[in-house]
Nanobody, 129 residues
């Protein structure tokens, strides 16, 4: 079982990035997937999550209208399209998968999987002003 998050980088404010979260060893279609981020000196918080398909998605207010989460179950991959990036979006971004029927995706206290092997390794996004 492995999740891999990639696509981060250094961009200027206003630019875009697309993060990808790819699964190996299990069928991602049976899992809710969330993107989390952790800025230096802060706690990790969820940014967006998606249920079985693109019709059920959730976002923190800070990214609504700028970020779009989507998934391609045939490719076992979830994407996070990030537009109009701001310096305050700078963080390490992680993805996590937890079973659809017990996931708290979208709830205030959503915290992703309790299993470490259902977390990606993190990808750094740096937005310069």
């Amino acid at each position: 079982v492995q999740l891999q998050a990639f696509g981060g980088g250094l961009v200027q404010a206003g630019e875009s990035l697309r993060l990808s979260c790819s699964a190996a060893g299990f069928a991602l279609a049976s899992y809710a997937v969330g993107w989390f981020r952790q800025a230096s000196g802060t706690e990790r918080q969820w940014v967006s999550c998606i249920m079985r398909d693109d019709s059920t998605t959730y976002y923190q207010d800070s990214v609504k209208g700028r970020f779009t989460i989507s998934r391609d179950n045939d490719k076992d991959t979830v994407y996070l399209q990030m537009n109009s990036l701001k310096p305050e979006d700078t963080a390490v971004y992680y993805c996590s998968a937890d079973y659809l029927y017990t996931s708290r995706c979208g709830s205030r206290d959503y915290s992703g999987s309790t299993r470490g092997d259902y977390w990606g390794q993190g990808t750094l996004v740096t937005v310069s002003s």
